[in-house]
Each structure stands twice: as C-alpha cells, then as structure tokens.
C-alpha cells in the first residue's frame, strides 16, 4: 500500500523533531533552527502548513540522523 505525504504545520514538525532529542536554536523570522548534539542543523519553516517539497526535504535530511522506521509514521500516513 502507497504512502502518502502528511500535510504538517511547522508547529507539528517541531513538536515532532522534539521528540527526537532535537531543540529550538534560533529563529530568525518564521524559520527556527533546530539541532541535537552531534548532528546537522535543521531549518523548519514555521509556516501553517509546509510545502511538500519543503516537508520532503526536511524529513530526507533528518534520515541521516534518524532511522526511517522510527520517523516515517510521523510524515506519511496510509492512503486508504
């Protein structure tokens, strides 16, 4: 079964990343950084629903860090 982009807020994406260990750095505008030790920084717009370019970009860059199994669930849902 296929899986389909969530639409998420940025709200929610840091909440999620939260989750994950990572914390608010900065933000400068309606784009707050975030970061964990020993990892990349994160850019996420604070946006009420983020593009899905954008949303797919960041979830791809957080792969690096977090296996796909744990963050999937959190950006795709089923589409049934």
Known sequence: MPFKL?????????SIFERFGYEIKSQQGSHVK?????SRTLIIPN?????????????????????????????YSDDK
């Not at 975030?34 to 020993?38: F, G, H, S, T």
């Open 47 to 75: 946006h009420q629903i983020i593009d899905k370019g954008t949303l797919k970009a960041i979830y791809n860059q957080a792969l690096v860090i977090i296996p796909e199994n744990e963050l999937k669930s959190h950006f």
């Open 34 to 38: 975030m970061k964990r030790p020993e």
């Open 6 to 14: 969530r639409q998420l807020s940025g709200k929610h994406v840091i």
